[in-house]
């Protein structure tokens, strides 16, 4: 049974709107923007039924919660959870971020650079001092939730309205993102994610082992009228929308392709043009693309009315599939048993016959990103990148810290764009600001393109 958990940020609050840090202070409310943004997050969910609804009980998730489900008529599946109060830093608490940047200058230094190391030294009582880590708090927090709350709703569907800090854990600790790249994803004012929990969420060892989890989407921001993140304050870097080709006949048979180079069908071309009119209002100064026939004739439909040099990557090619290409799932089972099964439980240790393994994929994708950065520089740019399903995915892992056995936690569907920042330069670490976007492709939030095979 499959459990569908979507994340949604509160709507813009007072403090948001001024710089100010919240943590768990509760003086905060939304301001009209919070509050329309929550409305019309509520339009978005239209015809979803939520079994459960999981809130803050600070009162700006609140307001999002109660708008959205007033909206649905479901105001009566909410419940307030303490275990989705945001991140506590209680010495930094309703002070503006350039206070706290001049009066803590080396604790806000550990907190852009090495979060997991943030502490403070809170006053007690008795006149000592407590040592606190608020964002390994925060992990133990979010990861004592959804030990308790996924065994209740296997099947289900559930809703979740916090805030950027717990959410940002939420999304981590299921996924297995360390604390230490906690400022690698985003979380948007109404932003939208989607996580799909599947197999048996019980104690023992068996159900642990059927365990699985996949990010269909993160921080979908369309439905608000902003198709894309806004760059965080001072961004010096570029912006990658890495792009997986539109669907072809193989896709939507379920046909391994590999390094076969089988061309777009009508409809990818369709989600090629689709992602060319969601992006025409995005300036885009850079193109790269696999040199396959699927990805490049993607990037060239989306680049079409642009005056872009193309330039194409042999390393962002698809996995080698070897001798599994060009079949289907029951013609690899019967040629090759328990390999299948091996390829979807732990693809890390999985050889094609007479192709690539993960981990060749991961050097050489890994070696043409980084080329890709050394061209561009720390030109505040931002340019597409075209690739395909494993490459995508295998990028994915490789810029969230997460390894060869991920692979399958990191949904990327046909046509669908991903926004990766470089806001430090491309020496800093990379934030995924969206991943996923497909809303264009399918009129809603959850990702309606082809299952395909990989």
Same mark, same amino acid.
């Given at each position: 049974m499959s459990t569908?958990?979507?994340?949604?940020?509160?709507?813009?609050? /007072?403090?948001? /709107?001024?710089?100010?840090?919240? &943590?768990?202070?509760?003086?905060?409310?939304?301001?009209?923007?919070?509050?329309?943004?929550?409305?019309?997050?509520?339009?978005?969910?239209?015809? +979803?039924?939520?079994?459960? %609804?999981?809130?803050?009980?600070?009162?700006?998730?609140?307001?999002?919660?109660?708008? %959205?489900? @007033?909206?649905?008529?479901?105001?009566?599946?909410?419940?307030?959870?303490?275990?989705? +109060?945001?991140?506590? !830093?209680p010495l930094w608490e309703t002070m503006f971020n350039q206070e706290v940047r001049e009066k803590y200058a080396?604790?806000?230094?550990?907190?852009?650079q090495c979060p997991h190391q943030l502490k403070m030294s809170l006053p007690q009582a008795d006149g000592s001092k407590r040592e606190f880590f608020p964002v390994l708090a925060l992990y133990e927090q979010a990861a004592n939730f959804w030990q308790e709350i996924l065994p209740q709703h296997q099947g289900q569907t559930i809703l979740i309205v916090a805030h950027n800090g717990i959410n940002r854990a939420l999304i981590s600790t299921a996924l297995g993102i360390k604390p230490e790249m906690y400022h690698s994803i985003q979380q948007s004012n109404c932003g939208i994610s989607v996580l799909n929990f599947s197999g048996n969420w019980g104690d023992s060892p068996e159900e642990q082992q059927s365990r699985r989890v996949q990010l269909e989407s993160l921080n979908q921001t369309n439905h608000l009228g902003q198709k894309l993140?806004?760059?965080?304050?001072?961004?010096?870097? =570029?912006?990658?929308?890495? %792009?997986?080709?539109?669907? @072809? $006949?193989?896709?939507?048979?379920?046909?391994?392709?590999?390094?076969?180079? %089988? =061309?777009?069908?009508?409809?990818?071309?369709?989600?090629?043009?689709?992602?060319?009119?969601? !992006?025409?209002?995005?300036h885009i100064d850079f193109g790269f693309t696999s040199s396959m026939l699927r990805p490049k004739e993607t990037a060239q439909i989306i680049l079409q009315d642009r005056n872009i040099t193309l330039v194409e990557d042999a390393n962002l090619r698809e996995i080698g599939h070897g001798l599994w290409e060009g079949k289907y799932e029951a013609e690899i089972k019967?040629?090759?048993?328990?390999?299948?099964?091996?390829w979807h439980t732990h693809p890390e240790?999985?050889?094609?016959?007479?192709?690539?393994? !993960?981990?060749?994929?991961?050097?050489?994708?890994?070696?043409?990103?980084?080329?890709?950065?050394?061209?561009?520089?720390?030109?505040?740019?931002? &340019?597409?990148?075209?690739?395909? $399903?494993?490459t995508n995915k295998v990028l994915l892992?490789? !810029?969230?810290?997460?390894?060869?056995? $991920?692979?399958?936690?990191?949904?990327?569907?046909?046509?669908a764009v991903t926004v990766i920042d470089y806001p430090e330069g491309i020496e800093g670490q990379p934030v995924i600001q969206a991943l996923n976007l497909t809303s264009y492709l399918s009129g809603g939030i959850l990702d309606r393109t082809a299952a395909g095979a990989l």
């Open positions: 569908r958990v979507i994340i949604l940020r509160h709507g813009q609050s /007072s403090y948001n /709107s001024q710089g100010r840090i919240q &943590g768990r202070s509760d003086l905060s409310i939304l301001t009209d923007r919070g509050v329309e943004d929550a409305r019309l997050t509520g339009e978005a969910f239209q015809g +979803l039924n939520f079994d459960k %609804v999981y809130c803050s009980p600070l009162q700006r998730a609140q307001q999002t919660a109660t708008t %959205v489900l @007033t909206n649905l008529g479901q105001l009566d599946r909410l419940q307030a959870d303490n275990r989705l +109060l945001e991140i506590d !830093l080396e604790q806000y230094q550990a907190w852009k993140p806004t760059l965080r304050p001072n961004n010096q870097g =570029p912006r990658f929308l890495l %792009v997986r080709h539109g669907e @072809t $006949d193989w896709n939507r048979a379920g046909k391994f392709q590999g390094q076969i180079d %089988v =061309p777009l069908n009508e409809f990818g071309r369709k989600q090629a043009s689709l992602a060319a009119e969601f !992006l025409k209002t995005i019967a040629a090759y048993p328990g390999e299948l099964e091996r240790s999985v050889q094609m016959p007479e192709g690539e393994n !993960l981990q060749d994929v991961w050097n050489r994708a890994t070696a043409a990103w980084q080329q890709i950065l050394a061209q561009v520089g720390n030109q505040s740019q931002t &340019g597409i990148v075209v690739a395909h $399903d494993a892992c490789y !810029l969230l810290g997460l390894g060869l056995a $991920d692979i399958w936690k990191i949904k990327q569907g046909n046509g």
